[in-house]
């Protein structure tokens, strides 16, 4: 196989698929690398559903929604882009094969719903995008894990892959590098997202001193399995609207926000909830359960096809239609990420992302429905600009840091005292669902950086028993060093807004706080500057 390329695209979900297609059909030379499965392990196989201004939502509508949500941190620029974009490049999604319905709601929606199976009704959408992009000439490549970005004088050189079923170390040419890896849902125990979603991208992007912005806002589902032995799975908001959902001493926790947000419960599956989630977090922080009284659904309702679907995977000890089920908070969407122009831009000449990797479309909470939009829009963005870029730019002998990775991975496996990936990635996991999640406060996150700074010493004596443990060690780095981001920024953002909630600092502050917190690497240490956010346009102001 070629091992130069004029573009190389990391991630196999709708972003890297879209940007791969993009980048092939301006006429560049196309790898799309992912670590799993191309189309299935990532958040995108997962979802079901795109927001976007049609069937009755105005532009402007749109624009408002999401400038809202997000608290008013939103990039104007980016914003006004996927506003004006979605309509068009979600439904071309059609020439390459998806299929979806138009669902006109109080937010307009595009649905895979009736073309996937739950849960991975987004198959839909990844499937035939990589059908598609095969058919168009991109090579799809499963299995390495981009450990290091090449960068001269001039920008991107290379890449450095590790391959985890061989141990092998290999120096990859390209002109342009497009990071789509997706989100860091697994820094926590208690996420919806596939275990594989890391932070890698994150991780890669910072050591390559990108900047990251917006780190400490974590969006959190409110409404997860908490019951011991079920799966890591949500529930739709609009339940909400047919049961009651209580504490353990009984008293109803949906009377409150509905009539102060006049919102429903299907509206809650769009908007706000970040701020559902902290009141439920609130609450079981206070030492009271809360329950979700689904056996309160009749015959007829639990024969509906998602209620269905929730059924089924009930553990067989657990009767639906006897009890309510435990529920709480659970992470769903790095809102943070590496900063991005229009184009999928970022500092570094030739180095381009889309996706969830990127921070600054959502501000301080995101839209329901977006993520898929912004996926589509600013992958064919940044796959187009990548191209462009790479055609334009004559190749370049590339340095190589493959000895020092080598090297690395021999001390795991020669190494028989050290602790196991699995241990490091579980205590990373403890301290995220403990100290960082919807509900925070200063004591917590300083003992969980404490001990996130003793695991990241020990990263370089992780202990590798079997072939299997090297990806798990990879991937352990990134997620210390990820975790280790959203502390510092949560720390930092004294003020609650959006998904970050403080316990020590629970208003909201415009006037000092209405501003990017920015991380770069400086040597050995994390830089961390405050950016004032840009303000919409007139005419978004007053939409």
Avoid at 150 to 166: F, I, K, Y
Avoid at 324 to 329: E, H, S
Avoid at 454 to 483: H, K, M, N, P, Y
Wanted: proline share 5%.
């Amino acid at each position: 196989m070629r091992r130069v390329w004029d573009v190389i695209v990391i991630g196999g979900g709708a972003a890297g698929l879209r940007a791969a297609i993009a980048a092939r059909q301006v006429g560049a030379q196309v790898l799309l690398m992912a670590k799993a499965p191309v189309g299935l392990a990532n958040c995108t196989a997962y979802s079901g559903s795109f927001s976007l201004a049609i069937a009755g939502l105005t532009p402007e509508e749109h624009r408002a929604m999401t400038w809202e949500t997000g608290r008013y941190l939103s990039e104007p620029d980016l914003l006004t882009t996927l506003v004006a974009e979605a309509p068009q490049r979600v439904l071309e999604l059609q020439r390459f094969g998806v299929k979806f319905d138009v669902r006109p709601e109080r937010l307009s929606k595009v649905t895979m719903e009736a073309y996937g199976r739950p849960p991975l009704t987004g198959v839909a959408l990844t499937r035939p995008l990589a059908e598609y992009a095969k058919e168009q000439g991109v090579v799809l490549e499963r299995g390495g894990f981009a450990c290091k970005v090449l960068v001269d004088a001039e920008g991107v050189s290379g890449l450095v892959v590790v391959h985890p079923a061989t141990c092998q170390v290999e120096t990859y040419r390209t002109r342009a590098l497009v990071v789509a890896t997706g989100g860091a849902g697994a820094v926590y125990g208690r996420s919806d997202n596939p275990s594989r979603t890391s932070g890698d991208g994150h991780a890669l992007l910072y050591r390559a001193d990108v900047p990251l912005q917006d780190m400490e806002f974590v969006q959190f589902f409110p409404l997860g399995f908490a019951e011991p032995g079920f799966p890591s799975w949500i529930m739709p908001p609009g339940i909400l609207d047919r049961v009651p959902l209580t504490n353990s001493q009984g008293d109803d926790l949906k009377g409150e926000w509905m009539a102060n947000w006049g919102l429903s419960g299907s509206d809650l599956e769009v908007r706000k909830r970040g701020p559902v989630a902290v009141i439920i977090a609130r609450e079981i922080a206070a030492g009271r359960d809360v329950f979700l009284h689904l056996n309160e659904l009749t015959d007829a309702q639990w024969g509906e096809r998602y209620t269905a679907w929730l059924k089924r995977i009930y553990p067989r000890h657990f009767d639906p239609t006897l009890a309510p089920v435990r529920v709480a908070p659970i992470a769903h969407y790095t809102i943070g990420g590496v900063a991005v122009t229009t184009q999928g831009e970022t500092s570094v000449p030739g180095l381009f992302a889309c996706g969830e990797v990127t921070g600054g479309l959502d501000g301080a909470d995101r839209l329901g429905g977006n993520a898929l939009s912004a996926c589509i829009v600013f992958g064919a963005r940044a796959g187009q600009a990548a191209a462009q870029h790479a055609l334009a730019t004559s190749p370049r002998s590339v340095g190589s840091d493959e000895q020092r990775v080598t090297e690395r991975i021999r001390r795991w496996t020669g190494n028989e005292a050290g602790p196991r990936p699995e241990e490091l990635r579980s205590k990373i996991n403890r301290l995220a669902d403990d100290c960082l999640g919807p509900a925070r406060e200063a004591t917590g996150m300083r003992h969980a950086l404490a001990e996130l700074e003793e695991i990241a010493d020990q990263l370089g004596r992780q202990t590798l028993r079997e072939q299997r443990d090297l990806l798990e060690a990879l991937e352990v780095e990134s997620l210390c060093l990820v975790a280790q981001l959203i502390g510092k920024a949560a720390m930092a953002r004294m003020e609650s807004r959006g998904v970050h909630f403080r316990s020590d600092y629970p208003a909201e502050d415009n006037l000092e706080w209405r501003k990017h917190i920015v991380l770069q690497k400086k040597g050995e240490s994390v830089e961390i500057r405050y950016r004032q956010a840009d303000q919409p346009t007139e005419q978004a102001r007053h939409s």
